[in-house]
């Protein structure tokens, strides 16, 4: 079974820190291209950034250029998300998903042939003084 399981959410001030874990099972991280998403209340779920499969490309939304940074972790079988100057309205419930290529995460158009049809439960992230 394909699964990816956030965590490594919580409540922090604006101006600190904290970093996501997105943990697969039943398959590799390296096979696919990884991409964390956004959902704030009332809001869409938009993206926020993703890596390739072979770890030579990382993109990002403009609103988190220069904060965040993606990375992963092969051998854990883990993509993180480094979030640094966190601004209250960066809080929202962050999810990760997987595919063939960046190109069909960040366009919200699946691949054709995409093995990953559902959501996880996300982990809450609360910018807050």
């Known amino acids: 079974q394909l699964r990816l399981v956030e965590s490594g959410g919580g409540l922090v001030q604006p101006g600190g820190s904290l970093r996501l874990s997105c943990a697969a099972s039943?398959?590799?991280?390296?096979?696919?291209?990884i991409g964390w998403f956004r959902q704030a209340p009332g809001k869409e779920r938009s993206g926020v950034s993703c890596i390739s499969s072979r770890g030579d490309l990382t993109t990002y939304a403009d609103s988190v250029k220069g904060r965040f940074t993606i990375s992963r972790d092969n051998a854990k079988n883990t993509v993180y998300l480094q979030m640094n100057r966190l601004k209250p309205e960066d809080t929202a419930v962050y999810y990760c998903q997987a595919d063939f290529a960046c190109y069909y995460l960040t366009s919200g158009r699946p691949s054709p042939n995409n093995k990953f049809n559902s959501w996880g439960q996300g982990t809450q992230v609360t910018v807050s003084s």
């Open positions: 039943g398959f590799n991280v390296d096979d696919y291209a």
